[in-house]
């Protein structure tokens, strides 16, 4: 009989339910200290957050990470203009997507699966990384790119949605 593997032996001892939407939300709101956060932040950024994940099939994604849990990133070039490059993270729908997809998994380097929530959560604060790229299959015919400006963009357009309007002093 063969030795359990290092992920088989995690679920024996900590096994976990896939958490919905909000329920990620919320553990990422009981966490937000531990992200340099508070949860009234993580409380305001929730509907941004809420609706990019929406466009998403999984509720939690396989991110290939180093053993230090830093994301590994690639740098994409552009065909035509090599001078134009982005760096991204790949986000895998399975641990089977990843082993087809990831030509470098090796002793140095795990995917663990993360919540969808806390995944573009984490986008927000890695300057490094232009965007993500969800592959929802296998053969990554089906894939979602988040970028992390347009995130932003839509972070701010919601935050001057919320933001109260001031009027001025001397209005009477």
Not at 49 to 76: C, G, H, K, P, S
Not at 78 to 97: D, F, G, I, M
Not at 142 to 170: G, K, T
């Amino acid at each position: 009989m063969l030795a359990p593997t290092l992920r088989e032996k995690q679920s024996e001892f900590n096994p976990r339910e896939l958490m919905n939407r909000d329920q990620q939300i919320q553990q990422l709101m009981d966490q937000a200290p531990q992200y340099g956060s508070s949860a009234g932040e993580v409380q305001i950024v929730a509907p941004v957050l809420r609706q990019f994940a929406d466009r998403l099939r999984q509720d939690e994604y396989y991110i290939v990470q180093n053993l230090d849990q830093q994301w590994v990133m690639t740098t994409l070039e552009h065909r035509s203009q090599p001078h134009l490059r982005k760096r991204v993270v790949y986000a895998y729908a399975s641990l089977e997507a990843v082993k087809a997809n990831h030509t470098v998994i090796d002793l140095q380097t795990l995917a663990l699966p993360l919540p969808t929530i806390q995944i573009l959560f984490q986008l927000l604060a890695l300057k490094p990384i232009d965007s993500l790229i969800f592959v929802e299959s296998m053969d990554q015919s089906s894939c979602i790119e988040v970028s992390r400006a347009v995130l932003m963009q839509a972070l701010e357009q919601h935050l001057e949605q919320i933001r109260p309007i001031r009027l001025p002093d001397n209005i009477a």
